[in-house]
């Protein structure tokens, strides 16, 4: 069974305090850190954590980093970027790092919530996931180990990802809108930019397709 707890990076005490209650509040058991070298180590010491918030502006060790390690290191839970940024590549930084959402502050407790709220579900459904196998061209897509592989290679995904990927070869062939995408995946509250299709698209072609920007498999039109 999932587990309800959440890592939350802010190196500001008040703000962070102001999102630990909040989230205590809705249920979550949270652990805190007030940098990123911390959050590593609570990271390290929690490894069931199900949803990592990272604060994207920090001395040493940033959220971008912190993202990329915890990836890099094979973590497929959810994670959220909080960022005062709101430039459209700040927010693309953080989705390509291996982020599956944002949220730019100021925000309401209640948004955050509900963006760690879906990430679970989405997690907690994929758990479910009936024992099945999904096969298109080179890939094969094992919906009981959650797993990707290529040519008989394994590909690592997020659990987004694996869901895009679930979500295109249980539709092989046939064009799916943008809205389609959104909805499917981030579910029918999600009230972020729509961007976050494009994004994680492009971060899925990255790691399927032999020339991203020449996609054979993954195709806009």
Not at 96 to 106: C, I, L, N, Q, R
Not at 136 to 149: A, D, K, Q
Not at 189 to 216: F, T
Request: aromatic share 6%.
């Amino acid at each position: 069974m999932m587990t309800r707890k959440v890592l939350v990076l802010e190196d500001e005490e008040n703000i962070r305090s102001f999102v630990v209650i909040n989230l205590k509040r809705a249920g979550y058991e949270v652990v805190q850190a007030g940098s990123g070298e911390q959050a590593l180590e609570k990271f390290h010491e929690n490894p069931d954590v199900a949803v990592c918030i990272l604060d994207v502006m920090l001395p040493g060790i940033d959220g971008y980093e912190v993202c990329r390690t915890l990836r890099g290191e094979g973590y497929e839970g959810g994670i959220i970027m909080l960022t005062a940024r709101t430039q459209e590549s700040d927010k693309v930084t953080g989705l390509m790092t291996g982020a599956d959402d944002y949220v730019t502050k100021p925000f309401s407790p209640s948004e955050l919530a509900a963006r760690v709220d879906a990430i679970c579900r989405r997690i907690s459904a994929g758990n479910d996931a009936p024992s099945d196998i999904l096969k298109s061209g080179p890939f094969t897509l094992s919906l009981l180990s959650r797993t990707l592989t290529k040519n008989g290679k394994i590909i690592d995904l997020t659990q987004v990802e694996f869901q895009l990927m679930e979500l295109f070869m249980s539709n092989a062939e046939t064009a799916l809108e943008r809205k389609q995408i959104l909805v499917r995946i981030w579910g029918e509250s999600y009230n972020g930019d729509d961007k976050i299709v494009d994004v994680n698209i492009r971060r899925l072609r990255m790691k399927i397709e032999d020339e991203p920007s020449n996609p054979a498999h993954l195709q806009t039109v």
